[in-house]
């Protein structure tokens, strides 16, 4: 099977990230599985009790555990809700995410937002041809999982490639390649890189955030919780914040079923375009990322933009001093690499 101009960069960009390791389980770009099919997904075999693993969930869905201790689910197809009005179905996104203490800490299909869908990216108004379209709602645009980039586990981490495309009129616009590197939990934290690339396939995308908010890009919506506490770089924050640049933000609470609060960051790395990016932040439980904001940015077809983020799940309620350890590391090892 010929591959795609797309696909060959995912390939070479997964060989490098690679390069050096052991992979257990490949599924190729180039394999059997057939554009908007998922592959059969068995689980990767488990070497030792703590050993990473991928396995489905169900049709629409693939897994990681890390020995019994569940990390996330990728929902590759699509998830529907009861309701009316039916809110759309969700695909292509994270949920759940897991803390390290099995605390679910994403939520789907949330009763103030029933577009919001866990970890996911999306913008209020992508300009397709001339025609204003909204991937945040899915109106007129949808995200679609294409196939499957690469399963990949070793003794230090697990890694998961996927290739998707935005869809509006039935007519891929978009291409969007995924890359998560998930690192083996410490005593208090674990790290989840995430590589997002965007390449408009035929003609030029322009991205815009909501108006006075700029939400629009990476999103993490929190599952309900007490105790809510929200850390930015400058200290913890009583008020949401609007249009605010962020190299990080973190959101700490009280689980139900949990007596002690845990939560997550999710860091910007340097190389991000218009670094720092602006936030929108809200206590009843979202880190909404907002690239490029209020100012739009144009996408060039044929040519890749690639944003790359860490979520760093945590315990306990760290300080901005300690988040900004946790981000100066992140930026150190991500140097190395």
């Known amino acids: 099977m010929r591959q795609a101009p797309q696909s060959r960069r995912l390939m070479r960009r997964f060989q490098t990230i690679l390069r050096g390791g052991t992979a257990l389980l ?4 180039a394999g059997s599985a057939a554009r908007g099919q998922a592959a059969k997904l068995n689980p990767v075999p488990a070497d030792g009790p703590g050993a990473f693993r991928f396995a489905a969930v169900d049709k629409a869905s693939l897994g990681l555990w890390e020995g019994d201790r569940p990390i ?3 929902n590759h197809g699509a998830h529907s809700k009861q309701g009316n009005p039916a809110p759309k179905p ?7 995410l897991y803390g390290l203490d099995g605390e679910v800490l994403t939520d789907d299909f949330p009763a103030d937002h029933l577009h919001h869908r866990g970890v996911f990216w999306a913008w209020p108004h992508v300009t397709v041809d001339g025609h204003q379209l909204d991937l945040w709602v899915q109106n007129g645009i949808e995200p679609r999982f294409e196939r499957w980039g690469l399963r990949q586990v070793d003794e230090k981490r697990a890694i998961l490639g996927v290739e998707n495309g935005w869809y509006a009129a039935g007519r891929k616009v978009m291409s969007e390649q995924l890359l998560l590197s998930v690192h083996r939990a410490g005593d208090n934290g674990r790290a989840i890189d995430m590589e997002l690339t965007w390449t408009p396939v035929e003609k030029p995308i322009t991205l ?4 006075g908010k700029s939400y629009g890009g990476l999103t993490f919506r929190f599952a309900p919780g007490a105790d809510t506490q ?3 770089p400058s200290g ?11 190299a990080w933000a973190d959101l700490t609470r009280l689980w139900p079923g949990h007596a002690s609060p845990s939560g997550a960051s999710v860091f910007v790395h340097s190389t991000h375009p218009d670094y720092p990016p602006t936030w929108l932040t809200r206590h009843y439980g979202a880190l909404c990322l907002g690239w490029p904001g209020v ?3 144009t996408l060039v077809a044929g040519e890749p933009v690639r944003c790359r983020y860490r979520i760093w799940i945590h315990r306990g ?8 350890q946790a981000y100066a590391a992140y930026l150190a090892e991500s140097a190395v690499r």
């Not at 490949?26 to 770009?29: G, T």
């Not at 969700?90 to 759940?96: D, E, L, N, W």
């Not at 309620?317 to 900004?324: I, Q």
């Open 26 to 29: 490949i599924v190729s770009l």
């Open 72 to 74: 996330l689910v990728y």
């Open 90 to 96: 969700h695909s292509c996104y994270i949920h759940p």
């Open 208 to 211: 815009v955030g909501a108006e």
């Open 230 to 232: 929200i850390t930015v």
């Open 236 to 246: 913890r924050t009583k008020d949401d914040l609007y249009m605010t640049s962020l």
């Open 295 to 297: 100012r739009p940015r």
């Open 317 to 324: 309620r760290p300080d901005a001093e300690h988040l900004a």
